[in-house]
């Protein structure tokens, strides 16, 4: 059987809904509709009650549930054992704006640290990232935003302040680049920076915005020691405003060497090159 058959049945049976599931894994409905019924013939019995406006587990579904976690969790510790015989890996994610920001300047550093490492990287939004991390295909996790679960410990490798800078003159707001960095931290820009809500460009991506600023003239929060580098103005401070960027990782994570490779992440200066 295949195990993503049984990942997509998991994840229909918490979402109750086969869009909402589909959305998740990145999948069309209709993939995520066959999936399901190619197990309900594997098992010869329908495992959720169609409605309507919902759908719900049958008896049969709710008695597979647990042992479908079970084996997708046994299959990634099998994984990861198979990979410590030789080669160690290690995979670690990262949303757009952590790499950006922090993981980038560090990738040379940590393979020439740990020679002994095949590291992958990949580049994740939040919600893929933290998907990820608990199916235990991806050890590291590192956003500008906390991930909800109480199944992880978070570490946060760094706090920069932020200011407002351009490399235009006049109305600074006429040229305002909206950098999203979610959460808390766009409520507080967005109360620092008047005109943020009506910006002339939004963005995920801090490189975006940079490299339209750097081309046709702008302003963006950033900051402070890249805004500084890049030779843009400052225009406005945004006092007691700090963008931090966490690590995250599973509580009964037993990878070899897991601990050090945390610890040299922990060392490394943030930076866009």
């Known amino acids: 059987m295949d195990i993503r058959f049984l990942r997509t049945f998991v994840e229909v049976a918490e979402t109750r809904h086969f869009g909402k599931a589909a959305e998740n894994l990145y999948l069309t409905q209709s993939a995520v509709s066959a999936r399901i019924k190619q197990l309900e013939e594997y098992f010869n019995m329908p495992l959720f009650m169609r409605f309507r406006h919902s759908i719900k587990l049958t008896p049969a579904g709710e008695k597979l549930l647990p042992y479908a976690h079970q084996m997708i969790t ?6 990861h054992a198979l990979n410590e015989d030789d080669v160690q890996h290690l995979v670690i994610a ?3 704006n952590a790499w950006e920001l922090y993981l980038q300047q560090g990738l040379s550093v940590l393979s020439a640290q740990f020679p002994q490492l095949s ?14 991390l608990h199916e235990r295909t991806v050890d590291l996790a590192v956003s500008i935003e906390p991930l909800k679960s109480e199944d992880v410990e978070k570490v946060q490798l760094c706090e920069m302040p932020l200011a ?11 040229h305002y680049v909206h950098i999203d960095w979610g959460g808390k931290v766009n409520t507080a820009v967005e109360q620092a920076v008047t005109y943020a809500k009506r910006a002339h460009l939004r963005t995920g991506s801090v490189l975006v915005a940079i490299q339209y600023i750097q081309r046709n003239g702008g ?25 931090p960027i966490f690590l995250f990782y599973l509580h009964d994570a037993k990878q070899l060497g897991l601990q050090e490779f945390i610890a040299r992440l922990n060392t490394i200066e943030g930076n866009v090159s």
């Open 164 to 174: 407002l800078y351009t490399n235009c003159e006049g109305d600074v707001s006429e």
């Open 119 to 132: 590291l992958r990287a990949e580049v994740l939004n939040n919600d893929h990232l933290s998907r990820q």
């Open 219 to 243: 302003a963006a929060v950033l900051p402070t020691d890249l805004g500084a580098r890049l030779g843009l103005q400052k225009v406005l401070p945004l006092d007691h405003v700090t963008l």
């Open 74 to 79: 046994l299959l990634g510790e099998a994984r």
């Open 94 to 96: 990262g949303t757009p």
